[in-house]
């Protein structure tokens, strides 16, 4: 039997993109994840998250990976419609990944702060017969979506690292990073406005914005 799991990374983050990992691997094999010491994706060192992806790649059928950018994120959080925002997407992407992968059955970590109905938005975009086990920590709990952690972990820490070769160091890139705020700000006071990178959605880019607009309505 084939069996998925499915995690995200960089969710909370107002820069840079959404990466949502799925991975494939045998019944037989699973032990093998936990044998290797894969645990959740935050509860390990970039060095040993970095050393072993390689090692989990090996033991898959299948692995999937979907970066969301940024502008279709703020399309989500700016929806009208009820239950059709951030978590809905994140149903979606996870959706696209099973497809991709044809598990038996799907371990995913639940976004919703009700598993079922995330499991559930999930299963209504399928295009296949999937069983979903939709928990919260799930990748706390099961090796697979663990794993699936230290993939969509990996692969968003380089989309970072590009960006602070491009941009400079922001910080964490999360909402209670002071030097996030401080390059949210720079990068406004630079351009007028947010380069693509930049989730315009969030609130504390809306904030920099709204103060930006604030200290030139003084100056005028």
Known sequence: MLVAGVDEAGRGCVIGPLVVAGVAVKTENLQLLTELG?????????????????????????????????????????????L?????LEAQTMAKIIDALKPDEAYVDAADVL???????????????????SQHKADRTFPVVSAASIIA?????????????????????YLTDEKTMVFLKRLLDENGDYP?????????????????????????
């Open 38 to 82: 894969v645990k959740d994706s935050k509860l390990l060192t970039a060095k040993k998250r970095e050393a072993l992806y390689p090692e989990i790649i090996k033991l898959t059928e299948n692995h999937h990976i979907i970066k969301v950018p940024p502008y279709q994120i703020d399309k989500a959080v700016r929806s009208a419609r009820t």
């Open 153 to 173: 972990k990996v692969e968003r820490d380089g989309e970072i690292a590009n960006l602070k070769v491009k941009y400079g160091d922001f910080g964490s890139g």
């Open 196 to 220: 693509s990178c930049v989730r315009q959605s969030w609130k504390p880019a809306k904030r920099a914005k709204s103060e930006q607009g604030t200290v030139q309505k003084k100056l005028a």
């Open 115 to 133: 598993e079922h109905r995330f499991g559930n938005h999930i299963s209504e975009c399928l295009t296949i017969k999937t069983k979903i086990i």
């Open 84 to 88: 059709h925002k951030l978590n809905r």
